[in-house]
């Protein structure tokens, strides 16, 4: 079954969130150490010219394995392998890359930031924060490819129907 990416981001946005406040309670600081090593990965990955989101599932998923709780990182790897795998989910990330959308580095600060702080609230208040604004990307990269398509049916049209013939 395919699964698509706004149904994929629903789930994540309810689950990580929960799992940002949780490993604010139970991050160790070796944890905080890798996950500050993954931002800055992220922020080497988003100097290429490739786009890749390596840094970013290796972000997300070190903050699932800061809870110590193997269920919910489980959960969390499926959640990024449906991402990943899913022919509906790989579409609409693809052209969002190709509009220019990269992972944002201030929004995986943030949540870093809080989880240093150890403070539940702010981690799951930047995580969603973080997630919502990702849907947001993709629904302009999705509105902006509707309405390209549109126009290009349109000048079809009008040169079917042009009266220069």
Excluded: Y
Excluded at 130 to 154: F, M, Q
Aim: glycine letters at 2%; hydrophobic letters at 45%.
């Amino acid at each position: 079954m395919d699964i698509g990416a706004f149904e994929i981001f629903e789930a994540r946005l309810l689950f990580e969130s929960e799992v940002a406040a949780i490993a604010a309670r139970t991050i160790t600081d070796s944890e905080l150490a890798d996950l500050r090593a993954a931002l800055n990965s992220m922020i080497a990955e988003n100097e290429q010219e490739q786009v890749s989101e390596n840094a970013d599932e290796i972000f997300h998923l070190l903050i699932a394995k800061a809870t110590h709780n193997e269920a919910i990182v489980s959960v969390c790897k499926h959640l990024w392998a449906l991402r990943n795998r899913s022919v509906v989910s790989a579409s609409i990330l693809a052209k969002a890359r190709r509009a220019g959308t990269r992972p944002r580095i201030d929004e995986h600060a943030r949540i870093l930031e809080a989880l240093e702080l150890r403070n539940s609230a702010a981690a799951r208040e930047a995580m969603r924060d973080h997630l919502k604004r990702v849907v947001e990307l993709l629904l302009d990269s999705a509105e902006a490819e509707a309405v390209e398509e549109a126009l290009r049916k349109v000048k079809r049209e009008r040169e079917r129907f042009s009266l220069e013939r």
